[in-house]
């Protein structure tokens, strides 16, 4: 059984269009977040989630949007799409950040 | 804020060669570190954490890490590396009372020849 499952696992999209992924843990773990790769393998938290409730907010732009239904899903809408957001993007869940993240599998987005 | 620094960007060891990853902190407070390992085309797993107590930590596939208050380091070490360690390797630190936020360094690429 996978952990923290993300789909998709790639998306090619154009530029202007809107999207979205998601993500689901069966660990039963309070805590989701969303994370960016960028090309340079660089890790950037996006949001975190405890609960169903927005704890993380980085300074991202508002053309991404997370919902959390309940704590064991937490999906992103990407607005409008624009060259810059391609990248991975990773899910990641934890119990308490002290045992750390279990990621998910990451999703490959490409925009052109 | 929490930041980390991994000093060696890309290294390149034969196999059997040891290994050690730098990994600097800055946080003035207590904290727990990590090392995760990414696979070409994999997603990050946890090698080893430090949370309290014996600073030398062990991990798994026999990694270790070091964690050095005064220096403000936690350096991943192995003895003997093997073809199949070839992986982008990442530390992380989150604050105690920092919240859920895990910060990552940049990450050093690492590739093993044969």
């Known amino acids: 059984d996978t952990a923290v499952s993300q789909t998709p696992k790639y998306l090619v999209t154009q530029m202007g269009n809107d999207k979205s992924i998601k993500c689901e843990q069966n660990l039963g773990h309070d805590t989701m977040y969303w994370y960016k790769q960028d090309s340079k393998k660089f890790l950037k938290i996006m949001f975190s989630y405890n609960n169903k409730e927005l704890i993380i907010n980085e300074t991202v732009p508002n053309r991404f949007s997370p919902k959390s239904p309940d704590k064991a899903h937490l999906n992103l809408h990407i607005n409008s799409l624009e060259l810059g957001d391609s990248a991975v993007y990773f899910c990641a869940s934890s119990q308490a950040v002290d045992y750390g993240y279990t990621f998910g599998s990451g999703t490959r987005l490409t925009v052109v | 804020a929490q930041s980390v620094s991994q000093h060696n960007h890309h290294v390149i060891l034969s196999e059997a060669a040891s290994l050690e990853l730098g990994c600097n902190y800055s946080y003035g407070g207590t904290v727990n570190l990590f090392w995760y390992v990414q696979y070409p085309g994999q997603h990050l797993q946890l090698l080893l954490k430090y949370f309290s107590g014996d600073p030398l930590v062990k991990g798994i596939k026999g990694f270790e890490a070091e964690f050095i208050k005064s220096k403000f380091s936690f350096n991943l070490r192995k003895p003997s590396v093997q073809w199949s360690d070839t992986a982008e390797y990442f530390c992380?630190?989150?604050?105690?009372?920092?919240?859920?936020?895990?910060?990552f360094g940049t990450g050093t690429q690492l590739k093993v020849e044969l």
């Open positions: 992380a630190v989150n604050s105690r009372g920092g919240g859920n936020k895990l910060t």
